[in-house]
């Protein structure tokens, strides 16, 4: 019988594996920017490269976009259940699909005390009392990146809706 995976695993797999990575394990090469170019595995055509900020890979002679899901499929010829498992065996660990787990996210609003323990990195624990300024501006940077984060998710979900 065929796994089934969930429309979160396969998302999560098609939009936030990152596609550079993907192109550097199928090819061995490192592509740091869109104007590095590779073979596209379906026309053979030199002219392929990535677009981060879609996490798309694109071939320019057959006109073709592959996600990472898909880009997988044609460059080993491999099956799409085969192509998914593929990817989930290369994920570090810090990347893996984690569903989630409380029953109530999507119960409704809840108190922000509650989104920003989970948000906002810990203080260390010498400066519990009295955090320093260095401390309180690190983590107000990295609630700022975690807010843009969250910005391009919502982003994403309502250009999804409004397909």
Request: net charge positive; proline share 7%; hydrophobic share 35%.
């Amino acid at each position: 019988m065929t796994r089934r995976f969930s429309s979160g695993e396969l998302n999560f797999l098609r939009n936030r594996v990152p596609i550079g990575r993907v192109v550097k394990n199928l090819f061995g090469t490192s592509i740091q920017d869109s104007s590095q170019r590779f073979v596209c595995p379906i026309c053979g055509g030199p002219d392929t490269s990535v677009n981060a900020g879609h996490n798309l890979a694109r071939c320019f002679s057959c006109r073709r976009n592959f996600n990472p899901i898909e880009l997988v499929m044609h460059q080993l010829k491999i099956s799409f259940v085969d192509s998914v498992k593929w990817l989930q065996g290369r994920m570090p660990s810090s990347h893996q699909y984690t569903p989630a787990t409380n029953k109530t996210d999507n119960a409704g609003p809840c108190a922000i005390g509650d989104i920003l323990s989970h948000v906002i990195p810990s203080l260390p624990p010498n400066e519990a009392s009295a955090p320093s300024m260095e401390s309180i501006v690190k983590r107000i940077s990295h609630l700022e990146h975690r807010l843009r984060h969250l910005d391009r998710v919502v982003s994403e979900l309502r250009s999804y809706l409004n397909q």
